[in-house]
């Protein structure tokens, strides 16, 4: 591996803005804010989503289809009885 070629790879707080659950991660990603884990000095990144407020991984995704066109495949393509 060649030196001084690599972003630093360090410990990074992740926080989902939408619920706001946090987790310690590594990533390259750095910030202006940071907060003191176990007594040290770890830089906050702030999310709008993820896997904790995500619609489809939560189960609330929603079918979203104002012009029928699921019904119509259903109806088409659906179970015979």
Known sequence: MKADI???YHKVLF???ATGE???SRSTL???ESREID???VPVIKLEIS???HPFWTGQARELDSEGRVDRFRK???KKK
């Open 6 to 8: 690599h972003p630093d």
């Open 30 to 32: 750095t910030s202006n």
């Open 22 to 24: 946090e987790w310690l």
């Open 15 to 17: 926080v989902d803005s």
């Open 39 to 41: 007594g040290e000095q």
């Open 76 to 78: 088409r393509y659906g």
């Open 51 to 53: 896997s904790a407020s």
